[in-house]
């Protein structure tokens, strides 16, 4: 899904809910609360239609789909105080800092264009202000004469930089984004914020799975300089629970035996990272630490419908160990989920991956995870258990 011959760019101008910050998510939540008013159950596969559009725009179609009994401005007057209360809990998508801080070091022209009104982008970029500060410029949806699909919006933005469209990259993660875009004669790199949906993207000139996979060095921009020995060094985060009886065909069809973990508990952390092989540190309650890699996502060759967590110990054990508690300190990013053209191919790169993340972990900069706190307050609870 990329083009052969790509654009040098000069500026890059981003969406922001949903590329930058997570509004989809937060959104999903309100509407849930919102609904049981009205005796509905919101049903997130909705999602996708609101994505991209101006809120007049999602409020009608919340009304057109669940048959509410008001106007689409009714309901937009209800939910937005209920959504703005919630703005101050918009988290950052991974990547997001990482790439702007990056952009900004190297003294790149930075541009906000998004359908949302002035007001609730001020709003939203009050709690993150390293996003706002690194904005030459910010075009918002009720500035324009047509929100997008039409490319008004990326057009302005460019005037305000000064620049031609065609030297401008633009990141999107929505259908209509990446069409207003491309009708301003802009590339675009597409980050869909729904899973799966990566091949409704065929006018992006490149589509990407998270910020996490960026390579600005395509463009012609200055190349990241934090990868280490192919692994990415990201925020730890800590996951843990029984291990669980999985798909069964981890060591059957892969003969390599993941260890399933039940998700129920990390339903949000599964949400806010995105899906890829990881790695980092794993300890079974009754034998020790081991290093791991995790895949974290859908498995696209398995067709999964759920978000998994499934880590591989790096290591051979002569026997299943289901119903041992197993806790994971995951430290380093790999790559993408990709899907395979054959269980052989598939089989080959969990290798490669393995030995990437076995020569990783002997670094400093993830070794020292084997002694997290994390760790050490499991040993206690699990010894405090015991003596109770």
Same mark, same amino acid.
């Given at each position: 899904?990329?083009?052969?011959?790509?654009?040098?760019?000069?500026?890059?101008?981003?969406?922001?809910?949903?590329?930058?910050?997570?509004?989809? !998510?937060?959104?999903?939540?309100?509407?849930?609360?919102?609904?049981?008013?009205?005796?509905?159950? #919101?049903?997130?596969?909705?999602?996708?239609?609101?994505?991209?559009?101006?809120?007049?725009?999602?409020?009608?179609?919340?009304?057109?789909?669940?048959?509410?009994?008001?106007?689409?401005?009714?309901?937009?007057?209800?939910?937005?105080?209920?959504?703005? &209360?919630?703005?101050?809990?918009?988290?950052?998508?991974?990547?997001?800092?990482?790439?702007?801080?990056?952009?900004?070091?190297?003294?790149?022209?930075?541009?906000?264009?998004?359908?949302?009104?002035?007001?609730?982008?001020?709003?939203?970029?009050?709690?993150?202000?390293?996003?706002? &500060?690194?904005?030459?410029?910010?075009?918002?949806?009720?500035?324009?004469?047509?929100?997008?699909?039409?490319?008004?919006?990326?057009?302005?933005?460019?005037?305000?930089?000064?620049?031609?469209?065609?030297?401008?990259?633009?990141?999107?993660?929505?259908?209509?984004?990446?069409?207003?875009?491309?009708?301003?004669?802009?590339?675009?790199?597409?980050?869909?914020?729904?899973?799966? %949906?990566?091949?409704?993207?065929?006018?992006? &000139?490149?589509?990407?799975?998270?910020?996490?996979?960026?390579?600005?060095?395509? #463009?012609?921009?200055?190349?990241?300089?934090?990868?280490?020995?192919?692994?990415?060094?990201?925020?730890?985060?800590?996951?843990?629970?029984?291990?669980?009886?999985?798909?069964?065909?981890?060591?059957?069809?892969?003969?390599?035996?993941?260890?399933?973990?039940?998700?129920?508990?990390?339903?949000?952390?599964?949400?806010?990272?995105?899906?890829?092989?990881?790695?980092?540190?794993?300890?079974?309650?009754?034998? !020790?630490?081991?290093?791991?890699?995790?895949?974290?996502?859908?498995?696209?060759?398995?067709?999964?419908?759920?978000?998994?967590?499934?880590? #591989?110990?790096?290591?051979?054990?002569?026997?299943?160990?289901? !119903?041992?508690? %197993?806790?994971?300190?995951?430290?380093?990013?790999?790559?993408?989920?990709?899907?395979?053209?054959?269980?052989?191919?598939?089989?080959?790169?969990?290798?490669? &991956?393995?030995?990437?993340?076995?020569?990783?972990?002997?670094?400093?900069?993830?070794?020292?995870?084997?002694?997290?706190?994390?760790?050490?307050?499991?040993? %206690?609870?699990?010894?405090?258990?015991?003596?109770?």
């Amino acid at each position: 899904m990329m083009s052969s011959a790509r654009k040098l760019v000069s500026c890059v101008i981003f969406d922001l809910d949903g590329t930058l910050v997570n509004t989809d !998510g937060l959104v999903s939540e309100v509407l849930k609360v919102y609904l049981v008013k009205y005796k509905k159950k #919101w049903d997130g596969r909705e999602v996708q239609k609101i994505i991209g559009k101006t809120p007049i725009e999602a409020a009608a179609i919340i009304v057109e789909d669940y048959g509410l009994p008001l106007s689409k401005e009714d309901l937009l007057s209800e939910f937005s105080p209920m959504l703005s &209360d919630q703005w101050c809990k918009l988290k950052a998508l991974p990547g997001a800092y990482r790439l702007i801080g990056h952009l900004r070091r190297h003294g790149m022209k930075m541009a906000l264009a998004s359908n949302s009104p002035r007001a609730n982008i001020e709003t939203k970029l009050s709690y993150h202000p390293t996003l706002r &500060d690194s904005f030459a410029s910010i075009v918002a949806g009720d500035e324009v004469k047509a929100g997008k699909p039409s490319p008004e919006i990326y057009l302005q933005a460019a005037k305000n930089l000064r620049l031609n469209p065609s030297k401008c990259l633009v990141i999107e993660d929505s259908l209509t984004g990446v069409c207003a875009a491309k009708a301003a004669k802009m590339s675009v790199v597409a980050v869909p914020s729904l899973p799966n %949906l990566s091949h409704l993207y065929t006018k992006a &000139d490149e589509v990407i799975n998270s910020l996490l996979d960026m390579r600005p060095e395509t #463009w012609g921009l200055p190349p990241f300089d934090d990868w280490i020995d192919g692994t990415l060094p990201v925020e730890p985060w800590r996951v843990g629970g029984s291990v669980i009886k999985g798909y069964g065909r981890g060591s059957k069809m892969l003969g390599i035996p993941t260890a399933n973990l039940s998700v129920e508990r990390y339903a949000t952390e599964l949400s806010e990272h995105p899906a890829g092989v990881y790695f980092g540190w794993a300890k079974l309650s009754t034998r !020790g630490f081991y290093k791991m890699v995790v895949s974290i996502g859908w498995n696209p060759y398995f067709s999964n419908t759920e978000k998994s967590i499934e880590p #591989w110990l790096l290591h051979k054990f002569d026997e299943d160990f289901y !119903g041992e508690e %197993l806790h994971l300190v995951i430290v380093g990013y790999i790559r993408p989920e990709a899907n395979f053209p054959s269980l052989e191919s598939l089989v080959a790169k969990i290798h490669e &991956d393995g030995k990437l993340a076995e020569k990783a972990l002997e670094l400093p900069i993830y070794a020292k995870y084997k002694d997290d706190e994390y760790f050490k307050s499991i040993a %206690l609870d699990h010894n405090n258990h015991f003596s109770q």
